[in-house]
């Protein structure tokens, strides 16, 4: 009998260890997994593990993915810990698994309207087709945010979804006329000359949101003093991101093909200060998403945000 309880406790201890966020890599340091997409809105998330590669304690594990639904499977299966991504994904997720909280902004503004050269103003767009990467996402609003103001109804053009990476070269084939997204992809159209960035998400919305860090609360619970750790060591990137520092061109080297111009004009678009998720930012892109459809409901903010944030 005293065999079988011991083997039972010995399995019972197996199912905890497994099902615990809390995995060490060969220094016994505690590994704190983060999914991302390989664009600037991540400058800041790129570095950490160069900025914290010393640290005796934790260890930072970048997963690199091509596509938003990649990064909400990666979540939800628990593959990882936590991840820079839309916001308006986050809140889907949220929505399903309430563990799933929003620790702070990843950055600031960086979303960009693109039109073909051909066009010379909103207004020219009437009868032509728009791309945006999806409706769940801040260019759907933003799109919507200038349609408004420039009076156009939305059944005056075509709006199309379309991976962010095919739209400078859908809009070069004409194909496409215009496209609202996150950078890099207007500063590629530039620098590559199939079209220009005709306005900033800065200039329509000022200091919008875009990218947020969602994490599962649970690594945070497990891991006393890891919250707070890892805010210190996100801000003291974000600083490098704002100051356009070497590390930032060394992170997008190794993950991408952009040419430096490219990576410099487009961080030129995106801020890395004032990352504090307050609830007047909630409250503002909640209140416009809900205006354009892209939420019914959304959960209270400090449900939403852990820790009070920052």
């Not at 993950?255 to 111009?261: K, V």
Request: net charge negative.
């Amino acid at each position: 009998m005293g065999k079988y309880i011991l083997l039972f406790i010995l399995l019972f201890l197996f199912i905890l260890t497994a099902c615990s966020n809390d995995s060490r890599d060969a220094q016994g340091r505690t590994v704190i997994r983060i999914a991302y997409l390989p664009i600037t809105h991540s400058a800041a998330v790129m570095i950490l593990p160069d900025i914290t590669k010393y640290d005796e304690n934790y260890h930072i594990q970048l997963e690199r993915f091509t596509s938003w639904p990649e990064v909400s499977e990666a979540l939800r299966a628990g593959h990882v810990d936590g991840a820079s991504i839309l916001f308006e994904v986050a809140l889907t997720i949220h929505e399903r698994d309430n563990s799933f909280r929003a620790l702070s902004l990843s950055h600031r503004d960086g979303n960009v309207i693109v039109v073909a050269n051909y066009i010379e103003e909103f207004q020219d767009l009437i009868g032509r087709t728009v791309a945006i990467p999806h409706i769940l996402s801040p260019h759907y609003s933003l799109l919507r945010t200038v349609l408004e103001r420039e009076n156009i109804d939305r059944s005056e053009f075509d709006i199309r979804d379309l991976s962010p990476a095919e739209m400078p070269f859908t809009m070069a084939a004409r194909a496409i006329s215009a496209y609202v997204v996150a950078e890099p992809w207007g500063s590629i159209a530039e620098v590559r000359r199939v079209g220009r960035i005709l306005e900033t998400s800065n200039e329509v919305l000022p200091q919008s949101i875009c990218c947020i860090l969602l994490f599962n609360e649970d690594i945070f619970i497990q891991n006393e003093g890891l919250y707070e750790w890892f805010m210190e060591q996100f801000l003291v990137a974000a600083t490098y991101a704002q100051a356009r520092d070497e590390r930032v061109f060394n992170a997008f080297k190794e993950a991408t093909s952009f040419e430096r111009a490219i990576i410099e004009q487009s961080l030129g678009n995106t801020n890395f200060i004032d990352l504090e998720l307050t609830e007047l930012d909630y409250d503002n892109v909640t209140g416009i998403n809900m205006r354009f459809g892209i939420h019914e409901t959304v959960p209270h903010f400090h449900n939403f945000v852990f820790g009070g944030c920052c």
